[in-house]
């Protein structure tokens, strides 16, 4: 199962730690759901959830604010033996020092924002759901071609690796090659980033490894991006079928989520550049509701209707 430290999040979201003492390395978050402990504070605990993130806004401190300290103690000390990874103040709000108490008592962080709490927990709740994430890891190539996440994918040696120079030369961004890593972030996004050790680097025969961000600049690659397409690469059979018309969509599937597929065959002289910037193209506007086979079959249909109108009239 995937996991985060606690560390990480601390970082990415500027978090102030309260607690320096406690360390945070050793907390490991597992789910990207997180909590604001309100009907805890007034004592129900059933299902309370306690491997997600607490968060505290302004109506559970102002309800903190008026407790007696008899009453902090009593659920101070039954909210933090129930566990928690941390516990974090919005809006810069400071918790007492009972509450700090336990903290410490029961070694849990608590961390303290700037951000609102709305805020703050939208950006918090999309970072996780990231990174926490179902993740595979496939062999292809994955680059931005204006806007449209293009997966490219193939057998060893195809071109792959070309075709993605070649998009880079003509102002495309390059987000992994050789290796992709995907991740489901919702029933309808999947969003492909490159491992650390590869970023920004690709592979070709007979040149070796070559440096994208250092030769072309940072414009020339992105860090992630949701996959939209796929371009599968094979070798040309004569004997084989290939759509001409594109009026039926074909899918491949990752992490239970559909994703549009074209069968490139490839044989000498055939562009891989241009393709794929006219499948790119092609696949953003049947996304804003022109689809160009679609167009083509109703002007023959239009056309052969007019021709038959036509015989029927001279028939007359």
Not at 142 to 149: I, K, S
Not at 165 to 183: A, F, W, Y
Not at 196 to 223: A, C, P, W, Y
Not at 225 to 241: A, G, H, M, S
Request: charged share 30%; aromatic share 8%.
């Amino acid at each position: 199962m995937a996991s985060v430290h606690l560390s990480e999040v601390i970082e990415n979201e500027k978090l102030t730690n309260l607690t320096p003492d406690i360390d945070t390395t050793r907390i490991k978050i597992k789910q990207p759901d997180i909590n604001r402990p309100g009907v805890q504070l007034t004592g129900y605990f059933e299902h309370f959830e306690p491997a997600r993130i607490q968060i505290i806004g302004f109506v559970e401190a102002s309800y903190m604010a008026q407790m007696s300290d008899e009453r902090r103690e009593e659920i101070y000390d039954k909210l933090f033996s129930m566990g928690a990874p941390c516990f974090i103040f919005c809006r810069e709000l400071e918790p007492d020092r009972i509450f700090m108490k336990y903290a410490l008592k029961y070694q849990i962080p608590v961390l303290m924002t700037k951000k609102a709490t709305s805020v703050f927990m939208a950006e918090l709740i999309r970072w996780m759901n990231v990174r926490l994430a179902p993740c595979i890891s496939i062999h292809g190539v994955l680059v931005d071609v204006y806007g449209e996440g293009v997966l490219i994918t193939g057998e060893s040696g195809i071109g792959k690796s070309e075709a993605a120079l070649e998009l880079i030369k003509r102002g495309h961004r390059l987000v992994s090659d050789d290796v992709v890593e995907i991740r489901k972030v919702s029933e309808q996004t999947l969003v492909g980033n490159a491992p650390d050790i590869t970023k920004h680097f690709i592979e070709l025969r007979g040149i070796g490894i070559i440096d994208v961000k250092t030769l072309f600049g940072v414009q020339s690659v992105r860090d992630t991006q949701n996959i939209d397409l796929v371009i599968q690469l094979e070798d040309w059979d004569k004997d084989k079928e290939y759509d001409r018309l594109g009026l039926e969509e074909e899918y491949t599937e990752y992490l239970g989520n559909r994703v549009v597929c074209h069968r490139i065959p490839i044989r000498p002289g055939r562009n891989l550049a241009i393709i794929c910037e006219a499948a790119a193209i092609n696949h953003r506007q049947k996304q804003m509701g022109y689809n160009a086979a679609q167009e083509l079959y109703n002007r023959v249909q239009k056309a052969l209707t007019s021709r038959r109108d036509d015989g029927d009239e001279e028939d007359d």
